[in-house]
């Protein structure tokens, strides 16, 4: 919603459907209550910080990747850049590749900029960057291009499965 002076307020209400459902079936029916839709896209990490007005690195990207062709889900910070390098050796795998759209909302249920860190149509390997933990609380995306949910980044990865790594690129 847009007011006179031509800032933006998030509206409540905000889940996907089927991503709020998954949340009720985790127990967590509470995020689905706190997560928010903005009529602006949140589809980029900068435009979901921008939205929020929280610091870039405090949005969780839910990435989808190839490995050797086995869709995987690496959550990173907004303010990084997966190496796709480093994904390959602690996945063991051949090749790592970003996943085609197709392929993700295959996978997720979801289109790209709108997919969740886990409620995810089918199970894949988790990957969460170390990076994520910095903060108290972290946002992600909650099943559309316009909605985050906010969530304990140690509650997020456990929800998700994941496996904490280190796959961010190295500044130089």
Known sequence: MTTTDGTSHAEPSAAHPRFAEALRGLGLGDLAERARRFPEATRTAAEAAAAIGCELSQICKSLIFAADGVPVLVLMDGASRVDLDRVREVLGARKVTRARADVVR??????????????????????????????????????????????EPEELVATAGATLVDVRERSE
């Not at 900029?113 to 108290?136: I, K, M, N, Q, W």
Request: glycine share 10%.
């Open 106 to 151: 295959e996978t997720t249920g979801y289109a790209i900029g709108g997919v969740p860190p886990f409620g995810h149509r089918d199970r894949t390997r988790v990957l969460a960057d170390r990076s994520l933990l910095t903060h108290e609380v972290v946002w992600a995306a909650a099943g559309t291009p316009y909605a985050v949910f906010p969530m």
